[in-house]
């Protein structure tokens, strides 16, 4: 006899994360509604200036990174439940590759803190990542006075 899932007794929050991700892979692209890759929205807003050295040409400062994507696969019926979003690690998700150019640091250390990140899941698909981010950017200051 097949083993049949109980979900009554499981937290809702917990009921969700296993239907929504039962058959998820991160490892894939995230897909859209036409069924392409995903578009990310993107937004940085300055919090702090923390050092501008001239000699090296770096300036180290605090933005806060907000990023906003919809992955089709990570929906879930509204009429099933009243639950309208989750909380879920991002290592569970396929994530954007991210990186600074002139940056002094990898963009694996960029985006993935030694810190775990968890990001806002909405019954859409809709994934929202918000968090604080220290950049220190290589530039020259030549010309300035």
Known sequence: M???LD???VPLEER???IVFGSYNAEKLASSTGGGGAVVELGLSLVQIERVDLLPGKLDLHVWLRMKWTDQRLRWNA???QLTELRVPA???WMPD???LNGEMSSSKFFFPTRPLDVTL???GTVISSRLVKL???CSFTGLR
């Open 2 to 4: 097949p083993a049949i």
């Open 7 to 9: 979900f009554s007794r």
């Open 16 to 18: 969700y994360n296993h």
């Open 79 to 81: 009429a099933d439940s």
């Open 91 to 93: 290592a569970r998700l």
């Open 98 to 100: 991210l990186g600074l």
């Open 122 to 124: 909405l019954r859409n």
């Open 136 to 138: 220190s950017v290589l």
